[in-house]
Nanobody, 126 residues
């Protein structure tokens, strides 16, 4: 059964760091693009970052460039989102999602992703 499970969310002060994990099962991570998205209350879902399958090229939203990093460990079937210098506006539910297979680049449009995790809450507040 295909699953994506996020973990690592929580409450952090502004300027702090968190690392989100997306553990996958039911498919071979190596072959697929994985994306991270977030949705704050009253706002539309936003693409945050993605990492492609074959070349592991990454893409970051402008709002998180220089602060967030995405990487994958295929042996552990896990994709990570390292979030540094967190701001209150980063507060949201964060989702990971499975995108296309065998791609050299990845996009941040949710429509490209077919399977989603249940989400992890990230709250940045003093």
């Amino acid at each position: 059964q295909l699953q994506l499970v996020e973990s690592g969310g929580g409450l952090v002060q502004p300027g702090g760091s968190l690392r989100l994990s997306c553990a996958v099962s039911g498919f071979t991570l190596y072959y697929y693009t994985i994306g991270w998205f977030r949705q704050a209350p009253g706002k539309e879902r936003e693409g945050v970052s993605c990492i492609s399958s074959s070349s592991s090229r990454t893409n970051l939203a402008g709002s998180v460039k220089g602060r967030f990093t995405i990487y994958r460990d295929n042996a552990k079937n896990t994709v990570y989102l390292q979030m540094n210098s967190l701001k209150p506006e980063d507060t949201a539910v964060y989702y990971c999602a499975r995108g296309p297979a065998a791609t050299s680049i990845c996009g941040l449009s949710g429509g490209e992703y077919s399977d989603w995790g249940q989400g992890a809450q990230v709250t940045v507040s003093s």
